[in-house]
């Protein structure tokens, strides 16, 4: 059904990581996801969610951003971001982002980096991951992305050993990542034991586990030219709590 997505939730909330956060954003989560980061937090989005047509996305997507709508404050507010699982797993993506596009939103797109993100819309920022070794996922990593990247997208590499950092600082300096976009830099936050999907690959024995402070020293002594970034969200609220 291509006018249609899978989709596992859709919410209003704000942005907790990248450039953009702290801005008010509607998340769509889409359901499914190829991959089985070992520290993924979002397991419950490889199968839970229901099929919705285009047209009741963008629905529930207006009636969200309706009341910034109504104050007038920023006709660019609230964002809209596309997240999963991984969103570019579904042939009916890209066409809505063209939608949300067309509609006047600032659009997101949080993916994998393991998918063509050729195709996705020029007006669409592309929040696209680069997986470092840790995350058992790393030889998933779709090089060619990176030539379709511009300054208007992010990328975003997500550390949890010492073997990541200096994974990450070979791979900066190799494709000359700093003068294409801007790079963020997260630290893995531990999963509670009910957000630990069985099928989620284990962390490497071999690697050594980094501590949030040694990550962030580590890059002003490197002068690492990245963003470090703390999940926002998980500030807020409580690690595990969904819809936010």
């Not at 531990?190 to 402070?213: C, G, T, V, W, Y």
Request: charged letters at 25%; aromatic letters at 6%; proline letters at 7%.
């Amino acid at each position: 059904m291509s006018d249609s997505l899978v989709v596992n939730e859709i919410y209003l909330s704000v942005q907790g990581e990248s450039t953009w956060a702290g801005l008010p954003c509607i998340f769509i989560r889409l359901t499914a996801c190829n991959l089985r980061c070992s520290y993924c937090d979002t397991a419950y989005a490889f199968t839970q969610g229901g099929r919705m047509p285009l047209e009741n996305v963008l629905k529930r997507v207006n009636e969200l951003a309706e009341p910034f709508a109504k104050s007038g404050s920023n006709p660019r507010l609230p964002l809209v971001e596309l997240t999963g699982g991984e969103p570019l797993l579904q042939k009916s993506t890209n066409p809505l982002l063209k939608q949300l596009c067309d509609t006047g939103y600032e659009v997101l797109l949080e993916t994998s980096g393991a998918h063509d993100v050729a195709k996705v819309d020029a007006r669409v920022h592309r929040i696209m991951d680069l997986k470092c070794p840790s995350s058992g996922e790393s030889d998933r990593n779709l090089w060619a992305n990176l030539n379709h990247l511009s300054s208007s997208d992010e990328i975003k590499f997500v550390v949890g050993s010492v073997e990541d950092y200096e994974w990450l600082k070979g791979v900066i300096a190799e494709h000359s990542l700093a003068n294409r976009c801007p790079l963020l830099v997260s630290w893995v936050h531990p999963l509670n034991d009910d957000q630990r999907d069985s099928s989620l690959k284990p962390f490497p024995a071999e690697h050594k586990p980094i501590e949030r402070k040694d990550l962030v020293e580590r890059i002003t002594t490197d002068a690492l030219p990245v963003r470090f970034q703390v999940q926002m969200h998980k500030v807020i609220w409580p690690p595990e709590k969904r819809g936010v």
